[in-house]
């Protein structure tokens, strides 16, 4: 069993970035004082910590890789201390072999940082003509089981996700950035989805609010959700919590691993059984 945060995060331009950092400490608070032992933030949550530069989009990513990026990645490793967290982050845009990543970092109550890059990315992010998309999704072992990352459009894709659940994944933790109904309702069914056909678990952290910067131009909307399997022993509709109301910053759930297990091997169906041996289906076409 692990009891696991997912926020619904307030976008902001602060004046600093020691600001920033008192911030995400509340966050951390919050989540241990639920009893958290996992903490998700959405994806683009790290760029609170560039914004402060006061910028243009490039010019700030450029300046906070120089001024301000170990400031982060010691407060994300020492919070995650702090706290005894399990710590996704939220992602940004990290230079690596000159190119940025849209990367979201993991650290563990030891301190210990991880990251995963988003692999695909959407038309807008694109357009930025900054980032590149990743080519490996990483499977992070915990004590309670095994997880991976799928940044926002990554959910989007079971042939990915596929790969991380037939290689002994439990639960996809699923960062996102949407700025419409649409984009919010497709990482939604997409996570669902997962949930679903893999029966297992999914985890979705959202952004939320406006601010005003070259790179988010519209409100960031979304309602931060924990799904299941939809079979005996979880919720009818695989909803295990959710707010759509957004009146909290966080949503708490604990999640059963051993119960996750028994419904893939003793469950009113076998979709992760029955999909990890698919059978070589012909088509015919047939005209009328």
């Not at 910053?249 to 419904?263: G, R």
Request: hydrophobic letters at 40%; a negative charge; glycine letters at 6%.
């Amino acid at each position: 069993m692990i009891r696991v945060a997912a926020a619904q995060y307030k976008f902001e331009i602060l004046p600093s970035i020691e600001d920033v950092a008192e911030k995400l400490e509340q966050t951390c608070r919050d989540a241990r004082n639920g009893g958290a032992d996992l903490l998700l933030l959405p994806e683009y949550a790290g760029m609170e910590w560039i914004w402060p530069h006061g910028k243009s989009f490039k010019e700030n990513v450029q300046d906070f890789q120089k001024n301000g990026f170990q400031f982060y990645l010691e407060n994300v490793a020492q919070l995650a201390i702090k706290y005894q967290l399990i710590l996704i982050a939220g992602s940004l845009p990290v230079l690596e072999n000159k190119a940025y990543y849209n990367r979201t970092y993991i650290a563990n109550p030891k301190g210990e940082l991880f990251w995963q890059d988003k692999i695909y990315l959407t038309p807008s992010e694109l357009a930025l003509g900054v980032l590149k998309g990743g080519d490996t999704l990483k499977l992070f072992k915990a004590n309670f089981g095994t997880f991976a990352v799928c940044v926002c459009y990554d959910s989007e894709f079971p042939e990915l996700v596929n790969k991380a659940i037939f290689n002994g994944v439990d639960i996809l933790l699923i960062p996102s950035y949407t700025d419409s109904p649409h984009g919010a309702n497709r990482v939604q069914v997409a996570a669902r989805c997962r949930a679903m056909e893999n029966q297992c678990f999914s985890i979705n952290a959202v952004a939320l609010g406006k601010v005003d910067c070259d790179e988010f131009c519209d409100l960031a909307l979304g309602a931060a959700a924990i799904y299941t399997p939809i079979d005996i022993g979880f919720p009818e509709d695989g909803i295990l919590a959710n707010d759509l109301s957004s009146t909290h910053n966080l949503i708490f759930a604990d999640l059963d691993l051993d119960a996750m297990s028994m419904t893939r091997l003793k469950g009113q169906v076998r979709n992760y059984e029955d999909r990890s041996n698919l059978k070589q289906t012909i088509i015919e076409k047939v005209e009328l």
